[in-house]
Nanobody, 126 residues
Framework: QVQLVESGGGLVQAGGSLRLSCVAS????????MGWFRQAPGKEREFVAA????????LYADSEKGRCTISRDNAKNTLFLQLNSLKPEDTAVYYC???????????????????WGQGTQVTVSS
């Protein structure tokens, strides 16, 4: 099993920045892709960004391109999401996810991931 614990969320003013972290433990050697998703109140969970095992390939939701950066430190089993130029519509619970099973789906698809964290709240005030 893989356990994921997110941190770094909080309240920030529009235009501000936050850096989210996700520490993985357990069978971390089995992790392939890792990703960030978010869910706003009353909305479905949506893809934000994903990164492959080596960090050589990253994917971003169109709405986040240029405003966020995903990275990972495999030595520390930690995933990061740098959020910049935050907008009120970015307010959501942000979830870290990890894939440790083969999937034919694209990394933007939540079904790829079989491990999820409990989420960290990001609130952006106007």
């Amino acid at each position: 099993q893989v356990q994921l614990v997110e941190s770094g969320g909080g309240l920030v003013q529009a235009g501000g920045s936050l850096r989210l972290s996700c520490v993985a433990s357990g069978r971390t050697f089995s992790i392939v892709y890792m990703g960030w998703f978010r869910q706003a109140p009353g909305k479905e969970r949506e893809f934000v960004a994903a990164i492959n095992r080596s960090g050589s390939s990253t994917l971003y939701a169109d709405s986040e391109k240029g405003r966020c950066t995903i990275s990972r430190d495999n030595a520390k089993n930690t995933l990061f999401l740098q959020l910049n130029s935050l907008k009120p519509e970015d307010t959501a619970v942000y979830y870290c996810a990890a894939q440790s099973m083969f999937s034919i789906s694209a990394p933007m698809d939540s079904s790829v991931y079989n491990h999820w964290g409990q989420g960290t709240q990001v609130t952006v005030s106007s």
